[in-house]
Each structure stands twice: as structure tokens, then as C-alpha cells.
């Protein structure tokens, strides 16, 4: 009888890297963050974005010559992606960390109205990583006191002042498992943008991490589901 992998992720390890397609449903994963061969930020950064999340939000609502705003830039890895797909990205972080990203916080962008056409953000997950010193770092926000929910209302509130009317808005987002409780981060930034921009679609994004497919980090939390899949939150502007 035919054996088969004692990791039933193992087979996606021949199949690091590969080239990408267009997504065909609301389910994505891919078995490798990155795609292709060119840099896609860093990989060595906590809390990096899939790049492949990124090419398929663009490639799917956006067009070449778009003016793609990254307020949450990490890494850079929206950039890279804006480059391969020939959208002009635009970032900013509370502490870059290259030269094409601007320091800014993503409540006051140093923006006009309607300067950019669409935007991808990946923020903090409540106090999940904390990211920097700076008090204003949103990873310093909880999920269970309001304060990342007052963080996020802002941010979306920037964000329709300078996405033109009727550019998609996406966050990338994780719900959040603590001693202390579950916090569906994911259904609420969804409730939280609805209330200012208009819902376009929402995709589940499968994790594929080394510590989802590690049977012994797995035991030590056992007693709790470890989180398996992202929100993509897709929303278009509203005119002003
Ligand atoms: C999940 S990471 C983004 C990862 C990035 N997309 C990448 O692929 O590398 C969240 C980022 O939000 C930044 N950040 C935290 N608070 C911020 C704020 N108030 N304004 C702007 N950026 C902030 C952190 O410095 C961190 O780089």
C-alpha cells in the first residue's frame, strides 16, 4: 500500500515559490507566502504580508498605472508587488524601513483628497506583535478595551479622504485567540468599514505557516484552535 507524507503539508515544499494565477473563488491559499522569483519585501520581517495576497487584490481590482497607498508599508512587500504588476505604489509607515517609505502615522497621511486611487493595508492585529517604540504604534492597541477599534475607525476615515471615490479599500486582517478570550478582529473591521464604505467581497485566506504545521507547538496550545485563515476585507470608496 501506497505510504503518503506524515506532514500533509510536506508536499507544498517541492512546490516552493511558484508562478501565480488569477484566484477563481473566495477561497486562496498558496503554498508559499511569496510567488515568483523577484523580492517581495522581507520575509525575515514579523508580520509580513503574503505577497501573493497583494498580487491577487491588484491584479483583480485594480489596473496598470493605478496609484496603489500602503499605510501600514512593514517591509515593503505592497511596493514590490505594485512594481511587478506596473501599479504605482505609494507607503508609509510609523517606522520605515526602507528609503521608498514614508514615516507617517496611518490616521494623518501627509496626502491630499482623492490623491490615490486604491489602498492595501495590513495593520496590527490588536497587540498581537508589538511593532515599535512609538506610543502611537497600533500594535500597542487591545482588542478587548476598544482601543484598536477606535485606532481602525480612524484609519478607515483617512483612507476614504484619500482613496478617490469609488477605489477599493482591502485589509488583510486576523482574529485574535488570547487567554482571556476570542477577538473575530475579521468580523469586526468588516462591521467597522461597512459603516463608512461599501462592501465588495471577502476572501478566506488559508496560513500556511511553520507553526500551524508543527505538531508540538500545536500540543502546547491544544486546548485552543489555532487560528487557520485570514480575512481579505475588500471595499470600495463611496462618493464624497
Ligand atoms: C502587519 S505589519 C505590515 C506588514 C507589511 N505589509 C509587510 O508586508 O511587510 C503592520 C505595520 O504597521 C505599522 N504601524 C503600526 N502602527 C502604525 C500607525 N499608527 N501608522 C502607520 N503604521 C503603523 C508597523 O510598524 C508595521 O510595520
Known amino acids: 500500500m501506497a505510504r503518503g507524507p506524515k506532514n500533509p503539508y510536506q508536499r507544498y515544499k517541492k512546490l516552493e515559490r511558484p508562478e501565480i494565477k488569477p484566484a477563481r473563488t473566495t477561497l486562496w491559499e498558496y503554498p508559499s507566502a511569496n ?108 482588542a478587548d478595551d476598544g482601543s484598536w477599534h477606535k485606532a481602525m475607525e480612524d484609519v478607515v476615515t483617512e483612507l476614504s479622504r484619500v482613496v478617490r471615490p469609488g477605489g477599493i479599500i482591502a485589509a488583510y486582517v486576523q482574529d485574535v485567540m488570547k487567554p482571556e478570550g476570542f477577538f473575530p478582529l475579521g468580523l469586526e473591521l468588516a462591521m467597522l468599514m461597512g459603516g463608512q464604505l461599501v462592501f465588495v467581497d471577502h476572501v478566506c485566506v488559508v496560513r500556511r505557516n511553520k507553526a500551524l504545521e508543527n505538531e508540538r507547538q500545536l500540543q502546547k496550545t491544544a486546548d485552543k484552535l489555532a487560528r487557520g485563515f485570514n480575512h481579505l476585507l475588500v471595499f470600495a470608496n463611496r462618493a464624497a
Do not use: E
Not at 487584490?57 to 512594481?83: A, E, I
Not at 490616521?107 to 491630499?112: E, I, S, T, V
Open 35 to 142: 510567488y515568483g522569483k523577484g523580492r517581495q519585501g522581507d520575509t525575515k520581517y514579523r508580520g509580513q504580508t503574503p505577497s501573493f495576497v497583494i498580487w491577487q487584490v491588484l491584479q483583480r481590482w485594480t489596473k496598470k498605472g493605478d496609484v496603489v497607498l500602503d499605510p501600514f508599508c512593514g517591509s515593503g512587500t505592497s511596493l514590490d508587488v505594485c512594481q511587478d504588476l506596473s501599479r504605482k505604489g505609494i507607503g508609509f509607515d510609523l517606522a520605515p524601513t526602507r528609503d521608498d517609505i514614508g514615516a507617517a502615522d496611518a490616521r494623518a497621511l501627509p496626502l491630499d483628497d482623492d490623491a490615490v486611487d486604491h489602498a492595501f493595508f495590513d495593520p496590527p492585529y490588536a497587540d498581537n506583535l508589538v511593532y515599535s517604540d512609538d506610543p502611537a504604534c497600533i500594535g500597542r492597541t487591545r
